[in-house]
Structures are given as structure tokens and as C-alpha cells.
């Protein structure tokens, strides 16, 4: 029970943000903030009592413990960042306001966004399956622009992407695209699947 109790109050290891990759780091930051149960508080922050000595016990229990827990992950931010971008957070008080002044600096405005989301739109419309390039190579290069496009906020469905690689393999997969689409039921189809498929095929 001690080796366990230890264990548990462990700090955990912190991402480091540098001023790149914001959307990998706040999603790892995120992951972390919720396996130690304090995303709420950086997400939806607390509220401050105006008078404090007018709550009862159950109240100034609860306002302690998001004290606590605001401190503990406004520690973890500080910790996470380095040192040119701490001083834009040095002067937050809460989680919150930390959290917040870096997503606003970071995720970009919504003119930023739209030129971005234009560019890996027309990236994912450009992939094409290299001659020497293996089918796992490849499906990894298109689900890094997937991915990039559902952090920017575009829904992307998986027959979408699967009909993507599916016109865009190499000519050496024709038949075996042909045998793929008369045999399974695209629209039920998963990305993996459709990999799991490609790899015992070729």
C-alpha cells in the first residue's frame, strides 16, 4: 500500500512547449490534467467568494480544495513551458488565466485558422502514394494531415479518407483496390481495416 500510495504522488512527466506544436502539447497537457483530475478547474476556472467568512463548512471545504487544486495545476503550466513564454503567463493568478493566454497567443486567430485549415486541405488533396514507399509509410502521412485538419476543426469522415487513399495508391494496388471495393462495404469500413486489408493483400 506505501509502494503504491508513493507512486501515486509522483509528479508526472510534463511536456515541454517551446513556442511549437501548441495542439500536440495542450492535447498531451489536457490527457494529463484529466488523468490527475484537474481539467475541470483549467478549463472552467472557480469562483472566488466575495465574502469568504460567510460560507458555511461544506463551502470552504469545496473553495479549498479548488485553491489547491488551481495551484496544482497552475504549477504544472509553469512547469511545462520555458522560460521566454513563463513571462507571458508569470502574472496569471489562476489556472485558467494561464491557460487561456496561451491558447489565445498559440491556437491563432480564426483568419489564421481558415488560411491553415485551406492548406492541409489542399495538402490532403495532393497525397499520392511515392513507388518506394511502403502502404504503412503512406497511410501515416495522410493520417499526420487528418489529424491536423480535426485539430483545426474540420470534421473529417473516415470514408473520406479511405476513398482518398484508395485513388491516390500506386498502380501495383489497382487490382488489389479493385478486389477491396467489390468485397467490402466501404462506408463500414475502418481506416485500419482498410490498412489490415492493403498489408495481407499486397
Same mark, same amino acid.
Given at each position: 500500500?506505501?509502494?503504491?500510495?508513493?507512486?501515486?504522488?509522483?509528479?508526472?512527466?510534463?511536456?515541454?512547449? =517551446?513556442?511549437?506544436?501548441?495542439?500536440?502539447?495542450?492535447?498531451?497537457?489536457?490527457?494529463?490534467?484529466?488523468?490527475?483530475?484537474?481539467?475541470?478547474?483549467?478549463?472552467?476556472?472557480?469562483?472566488?467568494?466575495?465574502?469568504?467568512?460567510? +460560507?458555511?463548512?461544506? +463551502?470552504?471545504?469545496?473553495?479549498?480544495?479548488?485553491?489547491?487544486?488551481?495551484?496544482?495545476?497552475?504549477?504544472?503550466?509553469?512547469?511545462?513551458?520555458?522560460?521566454?513564454?513563463?513571462?507571458?503567463?508569470? =502574472?496569471?493568478?489562476?489556472?485558467?488565466?494561464?491557460?487561456? =493566454?496561451?491558447?489565445?497567443?498559440?491556437?491563432?486567430?480564426?483568419?489564421?485558422?481558415?488560411?491553415?485549415?485551406?492548406?492541409?486541405?489542399?495538402?490532403?488533396?495532393?497525397?499520392?502514394?511515392?513507388?518506394?514507399?511502403?502502404?504503412?509509410?503512406?497511410?501515416?502521412?495522410?493520417?499526420?494531415?487528418?489529424?491536423?485538419?480535426? +485539430?483545426?476543426?474540420?470534421?473529417?469522415?473516415?470514408?473520406?479518407?479511405?476513398?482518398?487513399? +484508395?485513388?491516390?495508391?500506386?498502380?501495383?494496388?489497382?487490382? =488489389?483496390?479493385?478486389?477491396?471495393?467489390?468485397?467490402?462495404?466501404?462506408?463500414?469500413?475502418?481506416?485500419?481495416?482498410?490498412?489490415?486489408?492493403?498489408?495481407?493483400?499486397?
Amino acid at each position: 500500500m506505501a509502494a503504491s500510495s508513493s507512486s501515486n504522488n509522483m509528479q508526472p512527466q510534463l511536456p515541454k512547449f =517551446t513556442g511549437k506544436n501548441y495542439n500536440q502539447w495542450s492535447i498531451q497537457m489536457r490527457v494529463l490534467y484529466q488523468s490527475q483530475e484537474l481539467w475541470e478547474i483549467v478549463e472552467s476556472g472557480f469562483q472566488e467568494p466575495e465574502v469568504e467568512r460567510d +460560507l458555511n463548512q461544506r +463551502l470552504l471545504q469545496e473553495l479549498k480544495e479548488n485553491r489547491k487544486k488551481d495551484r496544482k495545476a497552475l504549477f504544472f503550466i509553469y512547469q511545462a513551458v520555458d522560460e521566454i513564454i513563463f513571462e507571458r503567463i508569470s =502574472t496569471a493568478k489562476t489556472a485558467k488565466e494561464a491557460w487561456d =493566454t496561451l491558447h489565445a497567443s498559440y491556437k491563432g486567430d480564426d483568419k489564421v485558422k481558415l488560411v491553415r485549415l485551406q492548406t492541409l486541405r489542399s495538402q490532403f488533396d495532393m497525397l499520392k502514394m511515392k513507388e518506394s514507399e511502403s502502404v504503412e509509410k503512406y497511410f501515416n502521412r495522410v493520417i499526420v494531415i487528418v489529424n491536423q485538419l480535426k +485539430l483545426n476543426g474540420e470534421f473529417v469522415e473516415d470514408k473520406r479518407v479511405i476513398e482518398k487513399i +484508395l485513388r491516390s495508391l500506386t498502380r501495383k494496388f489497382e487490382a =488489389t483496390v479493385v478486389a477491396i471495393e467489390e468485397a467490402k462495404n466501404i462506408e463500414k469500413m475502418s481506416i485500419e481495416g482498410l490498412l489490415g486489408s492493403l498489408q495481407s493483400m499486397n
